[in-house]
T-cell receptor, first 114, second 113 residues
């Protein structure tokens, strides 16, 4: 089965705390792509990162970092020194190359309190 | 630099009515797709297209039709609206046969009474 699980439905932290959003995926394909998208309160969907299955290097972009571990089928997202503007719903997603279908997780609603 | 244009932004229908959600992109992307977003369920793929004249079903295709006569346009048709189709709908396009990042439209809030 092809599946993406975001077990954390809602997270609330105080500003400046670090927070990690978990993403666990299932796929039988050896070639696949993982994504994170952000949906702020305004409702639009914003691309954050794409990672292919052959690249397990972690990535850092400013306060954002991603940890990809094939051994545990996880692609976790960490925000360092969180800010109120980080409040949003975050979606993890999987595309497997044998079919052009994207599967989204159910999302994690992140609230950053001032 | 319009990107993905989705209309209308809001729509209220009565059960049994039909309507078409419009989606157009100006990035020459071959891949286009439609999603519905329901609380607690993330985004679910309804239909997608990998090029003009080619469409395929996603995870939740029942009650919806699509066609792709041009690269730019990918309309979604509700043939006979049902309350279960009340949702937020997003259109998206992508490069690389859907393996690239998705560019989303601004969404349509649809209510079926």
């Amino acid at each position: 089965a092809q599946k993406v699980t975001q077990a954390q439905t809602e997270i609330s932290v105080v500003e400046k705390e670090d927070v990690t959003l978990d993403c666990v995926y299932e796929t039988r394909d050896t070639t696949y792509y993982l994504f994170w998208y952000k949906q702020p309160p305004s409702g639009e969907l914003v691309f954050l990162i794409r990672r292919n299955s052959f690249d397990e290097q972690n990535e850092i972009s400013g306060r954002y970092s991603w940890n990809f571990q094939k051994s545990t089928s996880s692609f976790n997202f960490t925000i360092t020194a969180s800010q109120v503007v980080d409040s949003a719903v975050y979606f993890c997603a999987l595309v497997y190359s044998s079919a052009s279908k994207i599967i989204f997780g159910s999302g994690t609603r992140l609230s950053i309190r001032p | 630099n319009a990107g993905v244009t989705q209309t209308p932004k809001f729509q209220v229908l009565k059960t049994g009515q039909s309507m078409t959600l419009q989606c157009a992109q100006d990035m020459n992307h071959e891949y286009m797709s439609w999603y519905r977003q329901d609380p607690g369920m993330g985004l679910r793929l309804i239909h997608y297209s990998v090029g003009a004249g080619i469409t395929d079903q996603g995870e939740v295709p029942n009650g919806y039709n699509v066609s792709r006569s041009t690269t730019e346009d990918f309309p979604l048709r509700l043939l006979s609206a049902a309350p279960s189709q009340t949702s937020v709908y997003f259109c998206a396009s992508s490069y690389d046969h859907g393996l690239g990042k998705l560019f989303f439209g601004s969404g349509t809030q649809l209510s079926v009474l």
